[in-house]
């Protein structure tokens, strides 16, 4: 895509969706949940469908398991939005006079990995909606195809509620790695919201725009003396190995007291993990 084209392409995404925004702000809470709800349920619907053919096109993870973040991203994640404000007075403290209210931003633009294309996408329309906000969507281009199918479901319940349509877009031509940088750029975007590599995430934070967002992750993990180390080295075989140990928020470096490295190693092996030695893993 030539500059000028590309510029043309994400003037008109933004474009549509300023007045997309603006429609749908006025939509009562009522309203805006059951939109929301028929977006999960559509999704989860289709989990297994989307997990297979994200796995097919980015060669990463696994049906099952993506099957699952699938369904979470949707309907786990629309009963915790279900039922609370988006727009609106939270609160008011009448001793000093404050109320706070929660106001759309704008245009948020959503970026997307491929490691978890459909999860993400519709994990930030969902947090986007709940707020009266548009949202424009920048999926990585190796899953440009599960990203297209998503997309296109979303567009399906938008029609079946009456929302503009224009309140989810989404690039979806292959791009050049200058449209994302290009997309948070646009004095159109409110709000970022950055799912992806270091490289991408430092990117938004440097965009001059308000962002959030998710990189490498693989904290290392603190095993403590006290700690129950059956169930700590179950839960961090089971964290590490889910979706092929895709997801960022895994173990990444255990740390175990000395006292304990012995002990805790063993349960590792009896919850199905390979320990290696100093020669094994080439240190």
Same mark, same amino acid.
């Given at each position: ?22 429609e ?41 398991? !993506? ?12 009963r ?11 609160a ?33 329309v ?8 548009a ?18 479901? #979303? ?19 292959? !791009? ?9 750029a646009?004095?159109? #975007? ?12 430092k ?43 895709l ?8 740390? #175990?007291v ?16 390979a ?9």
């Open positions: 895509m030539l500059a000028e084209e590309q510029d043309a392409y994400i003037d008109t995404l933004v474009g549509r969706a300023v007045p997309a925004q603006k749908f702000q006025s939509w009562s809470e009522k309203a805006t949940d059951r939109l929301l709800q028929a977006l999960a349920q559509r999704v989860y619907l289709h989990a297994e469908e989307l997990a297979i053919a994200a796995v097919q096109e980015t060669g990463m993870g696994n049906v099952r398991d !993506k099957t699952a973040k699938n369904r979470f991203a949707s309907m786990d994640i629309y915790s939005l279900e039922g609370r404000v988006g727009h609106g007075c939270l008011v403290d009448k001793r000093r006079k404050v109320m706070t209210i929660a106001s759309p931003v704008g245009v948020v633009l959503g970026l997307v990995p491929a490691t978890h294309p459909a999860a993400t996408f519709i994990f930030k969902l947090i986007a909606l709940k707020g009266r906000n949202l424009i969507l920048s999926p990585s281009q190796r899953a440009m195809d599960v990203s297209n199918q998503v997309g296109e479901l #979303v567009q399906q319940v938008l029609h079946e509620h009456g929302a503009p349509l224009d309140l989810v877009q989404w690039v979806s031509a292959k !791009k050049s790695r200058t449209t994302a940088n290009a997309l948070m646009h004095p159109g #975007v409110s709000f970022i919201l950055a799912t992806g590599g270091p490289g991408l995430v990117a938004a934070y440097q965009s001059g725009k308000p962002a959030v967002g998710v990189g490498s992750g693989n904290a290392p993990v603190l095993v403590c003396a006290d700690a129950d180390l059956s169930l700590a080295a179950s839960n961090i075989v089971m964290s590490k190995t889910f979706d092929n140990g997801a960022c928020c895994s173990e990444n470096n255990l740390v #175990v000395e006292s304990r490295v012995e002990a805790f190693t063993a349960a590792l092996e009896e919850h199905g993990a320990v290696l030695s100093t020669a094994d893993s080439g240190t």
